[in-house]
């Protein structure tokens, strides 16, 4: 079982920036493909971002392509989600999510979090108006 421990969330205003870190323990970290995803109030879970390995490929969902960049140190078994440009409409709890399947094939599937089987905390991101 992987634990992941998720830090960096807090209040930013439209435009602002903010990068999540996610730490992973219990695994090779290596062996992981590693994901973002988010809640938020009264909506759904989403797929973020997600990232192999190698740190290539990377997928995005389409709401924060151009604007967020997900990747990855692996001597730190660390992954991390810089978020530029941010917008209300990015409020939500972020999640970071470890799992190992074939990334490019369940990306062109979708429902990308069946995929992730071990999930951290969360870490709450509010972006004022």
């Known amino acids: 079982q992987v634990q992941l421990v998720e830090s960096g969330g807090g209040t930013e205003q439209t435009g602002g920036s903010l990068r999540l870190s996610c730490v992973a323990s219990g695994r090779s970290f290596t062996s992981l493909i590693m994901g973002w995803f988010r809640q938020a109030p009264g909506k759904e879970r989403e797929f973020v971002a997600a990232i192999s390995w190698s740190g290539e490929p990377t997928y995005y969902a389409d709401s924060v392509k151009g604007r967020f960049t997900i990747s990855r140190d692996n001597a730190k078994d660390t992954v991390y989600l810089a978020m530029n440009s941010l917008k209300p409409e990015d409020t939500a709890v972020y999640y970071c999510?470890?799992?190992?399947?074939?990334?490019?094939?369940?990306?062109?599937?979708?429902?990308?979090?069946?995929?992730?089987?071990?999930w951290g905390q969360g870490t709450r991101v509010t972006v004022s108006a």
């Open positions: 999510a470890s799992g190992r399947f074939d990334l490019p094939a369940a990306y062109a599937v979708g429902y990308m979090a069946q995929h992730f089987d071990s």
